[in-house]
């Protein structure tokens, strides 16, 4: 019988269900996270601005991303602490 805590018998090798597999998730994450903060240079609001000016994004996109920015916004303020440096 399979130990729950490490999968399917190996060490984190099971579904995301038990505690090694979700860590390695949330390690994942994170790591995406950081991944797309390296690739960001300069003010948010200012490039997006810019891209707006310049045709690249349209109203309506505009809309739809602030919208899934004011939806994600709770639960992004519970990640903040481990986002900052």
Do not use: H, T, W
């Amino acid at each position: 019988m399979a130990n729950p805590l490490f999968g399917n018998g190996g060490f984190g090798g099971g579904p995301q269900n038990n505690i090694f597999g979700a860590f390695g998730g949330m390690m994942n994450f994170m790591n995406q996270i950081n991944q797309f903060r390296a690739c960001l240079q300069g003010d948010p609001q200012q490039m997006v601005q810019q891209l707006r000016q310049n045709g690249k994004m349209s109203d309506e996109q505009f809309q739809y991303f602030s919208g899934i920015a004011q939806q994600a916004e709770p639960q992004l303020r519970q990640f903040m602490p481990f986002i900052k440096r």
